[in-house]
C-alpha cells in the first residue's frame, strides 16, 4: 500500500510504521474457529468461499442429472432416484412438479451460489490483496461477513429444498405471477418464500464482498503499483465488482416488491388475476415490472460471471505462452466498454413482451455493440498464444477451452440479439445451448484454469496433472457434445422447461438426441466427481511446493512465502517496478522479470 502496512495479528489490525519496517508475527496461537472458521484472512476467506462453492456445484449438477433422466428416458422408471428424491420420485419416475423445482434450482445453484459466489468470492478474496500487494482487504471483518451472509444464504436454500410442498418452482427467473401467487404452484409456497429470503441475504453478501474489493484495488495498492501496472485478473476482478454493486439492489428491489406482493397484499406485479373464476383484489401492477428489475441484474450478471474467467484466461495464457499479453491497454479499455454496455442491453430479454418495435431496435444495436469489445479480448488472446513457447498444463488448457467455448457461444448470442430471430428462438433449447455455452461452461473452465494455476498458492501443494488432463478433455467434449445439438433442437422450435415431448408429434424425432445428451451428461458429471476427488486428496496428499514461483509467473502473488501466515509478506511489502507480463530475457537465463525488479539501465517502463 502506499502510506503504511498494515500487520494483523490474529483477528486484530494494527498499523506498522510508515517505512513500512514492521513485521507481521502471531504472538499467539489463534483457537481454530478464529483461524479457520471466524477468519478475517482473506486467504482462509477465498477457501471458504471455494469449498461451499464445490458443495454446491455437485448439489447443482446432481439435480441437472436428474431432470436429464427424466429428459432422454421419459417412458423408463429408475429405482435410484426414489433413494434420493423419496416421495417426489415414487416409483424411480419423476414427479411434473418436482420437475420444474430441479430446472429452478439447477439454474438458481450454479448462476449464483457457484459462479457468482464462488468465483468472485474465491479468486477476488485469493488475488486482490496477493497482486496489489496489501495484507489483507481494507476491511477484513466485512470480508468475513460477506462469506457468512453467503452461508447463511446458503442454508436458506438448502433449507427450502426439504419443505413440503418442495422448493421454489417458477423457474430461475421466477417470473410473477407464478411467483407472487402462493396459490399458483406447490413451488409457490413456503419454498419460494425460502428462496426469496435466501437470495436478499445472497445479495448483501455480495455487496459486502464488492464494495471491499472496490476499496482495496483503489486505496491499498503496494509503492510503485500504479493502475497501469495491475495485472488483468485484477481490473476484471475490480469491474466485477463495479457491476455487482450497481446491479444488485436493483434485484434486491424486485425480490422486496415481490415479498411485499406474496404476504402484505400490494399489486406491484399482479393484476386482474383470476383464480377459479374468482377474481383476487389486485389491481394496477405489471408483471412486466419485474422482467425490467430482474435483467437489469440478470444481463450485468452474465458479465459478473464472465469477467474473472476473462481476467484469470488472460493472466494463465500469457504466463503457459511465455509471452508477454498482447495488447494490454486494449484489453483493459475493452473491459471498460463491457461493463457498460453491460448495463444498457438488458431489455433484449424482452423481446416477446410486447416491446414497441423501435425501441427493440435500439437495443438490437447495443446488444450487437457488445460484441465489438468481446472481439477485441479474443483476437488479443488468439494473438498472445501465437508462436508462443506453450506449455499445455491442465491450466493452460482450460483457458484455450474457456477461449473456444467463449467464441462458439458468443456467436450464437448474434442470433439472439436480433430481434426479429429471437421472436421464434425464445424460450427454445437455441436458448438454453446458448446460455450455457458462454455463460455457465465457458466460466466454469475459467474458474477450473484459476484452480489449477493457483491450486499451489492456496494449498501449497500441486493437484494431480494426469487426472487434470482427464478432467479437461472430457469436460470439453462432453461440453460440446451435450449443449451444440440443442441448437438444432431450439430451431426446430422445441421448447425448454417441458417435461415431457414424447406427446408432441413436431418433437417425438428428437428423441435419440435428447437420450445422446443425457448420456453425455451424466459422464461428464462424473468427470466433475473426478475433479473433486483430486483437488480435495490433493490438498493433504499432493506433490508438494519446493519453490516460490513454480509457473514462472512475474506477479506479486508468488513472492510471498510458499505457506503465507496472515499478512501475506514477511517484512516490508516489496516495490513494483514494471507492468505484470515482462516475458522476456532477463539477462541471466530466465525468460521472465517479475514486477519487483528494477528497471535496468536503458530500460524503458511499459
Known sequence: ????????????????????????????????????????????????FLITGIIWAIIGAMMSVFFRLQLGFPDSTFPIMEK???????????SPEFYYALVTMHGTILVFFVLTAGLSGTFANLLIPLQVGARDMASPFLNM?????????????????????????????????????????????IGMDLWLLSMATFVISALLGGLNYITTILNMRTKGMTMTRL????????????????????????LVLLIFDRNFGTSFYLSEIFIGGKALP?????????????????????????????GMASEVLSTN?????????????????????A????????????????????FVLLTLLIAVPSAVKVFNWITTIWRGNIRLNPAMLFALGFVSLFISGGLTGIFLGNSALDIHLHDTYFVVAHFHIVMGVSAFFGMFAGIYHWFPKMFGRFMNTSLGYIHFFITFAGAYLIF????YEGIAGMPRRYYDYSAWESFKHFQGINSFISIIAMIVFFTQILFVINFVVSIFRGRKMTTLNPWGSTTLEWTTPINPGHGNWVGEIPTVYRWPYDYKDDGHGNDFIPQTTPLRPGEESH
Open 282 to 310: 389486485h389491481i394496477g401492477g405489471s408483471a412486466i415490472l419485474y422482467q425490467h428489475l430482474f435483467w437489469f441484474l440478470g444481463h450485468p450478471e452474465v458479465y459478473i460471471i464472465m469477467l474473472p474467467g476473462m
Open 145 to 189: 461477513l460477506s462469506y457468512w451472509f453467503f452461508f447463511l444464504a446458503s442454508v436458506l436454500m438448502f433449507i427450502s429444498l426439504f419443505v413440503e410442498t418442495g422448493p421454489a418452482s417458477g423457474g430461475w427467473t421466477t417470473y410473477p405471477p407464478l411467483s407472487a401467487l402462493k396459490e399458483a404452484s406447490m413451488g409457490s409456497g
Open 343 to 362: 448495463f444498457v442491453v438488458w431489455a433484449h430479454h424482452m423481446f416477446v413482451t410486447g416491446m414497441s418495435p423501435f425501441l427493440g431496435s435500439i
Open 231 to 254: 495485472p488483468l485478473t485484477v481490473w476484471a476482478l475490480f469491474f466485477t465488482a463495479v457491476l455487482g454493486v450497481l446491479s444488485f439492489p436493483v434485484l434486491f428491489s424486485g
Open 321 to 341: 505462452s511465455r509471452k508477454p499479453i498482447f495488447g494490454y491497454f486494449a484489453m483493459v479499455i475493452s473491459l471498460v466498454g463491457i461493463t457498460v454496455l
Open 1 to 48: 500500500m502506499n502510506n503504511e502496512e498494515i500487520i494483523i495479528e490474529g483477528p486484530n489490525i494494527a498499523h506498522g510504521s510508515e517505512s513500512g519496517h514492521g513485521h507481521g508475527h502471531e504472538h499467539h496461537e489463534q483457537h481454530f474457529v478464529w483461524k479457520y472458521i471466524f477468519s478475517q484472512d482473506h486467504k482462509v476467506i477465498c477457501k471458504q
Open 484 to 487: 451444440w445439438p440443442m441448437h
Open 84 to 94: 434420493f428424491l423419496g416421495d417426489w420420485a415414487k416409483g424411480g419416475k419423476l
